[in-house]
Nanobody, 124 residues
Framework: VQLVESGGGLVQPGGSLRLSCAAS????????INWFRQAPGKERAGISC????????YYADSVKGRFTMSIDNAKNTVYLQMNSLQSEDKAVYYC??????????????????WGNGTLVTVSS
């Protein structure tokens, strides 16, 4: 399975971006789909997850109310709509999938597949 993120870039504070994660080699509906981010000098952190199979939907407090995940099964692509972006949202964003439960349920970042990441920069 390959995951390819896109949609990152430079945005002003308060702006929006939509990240995409296109999957090939398997259908996404068989997996828990997770978004992580790694800010400069910080460890990778989970920010959201959807598992259709288990009915899990989760957003970290840092993004709740501003970020929204969605899945287009026809395109086998998951999206992360990011609104009201702030400087602290600057990071490399990764999508990752696991055949198990969302990372917030298992407490593990051990995923089956990772994308290569896309950089989001928030600056005026």
């Amino acid at each position: 399975v390959q995951l390819v993120e896109s949609g990152g870039g430079l945005v002003q504070p308060g702006g929006s971006l939509r990240l995409s994660c296109a999957a090939s080699g398997s259908t996404l509906d068989a997996y828990a789909i997770n978004w992580f981010r790694q800010a400069p000098g910080k460890e990778r952190a989970g920010i959201s997850c959807i598992s259709t199979e288990h009915g899990d939907t989760y957003y970290a407090d840092s993004v709740k109310g501003r970020f929204t995940m969605s899945i287009d099964n026809a395109k086998n692509t998951v999206y992360l709509q990011m609104n009201s972006l702030q400087s602290e949202d600057k990071a490399v964003y990764y999508c990752a999938i696991t055949g198990g439960r969302c990372w917030v349920v298992t407490g593990s970042y051990d995923m089956n597949y990772w994308g290569n990441g896309t950089l989001v920069t928030v600056s005026s």
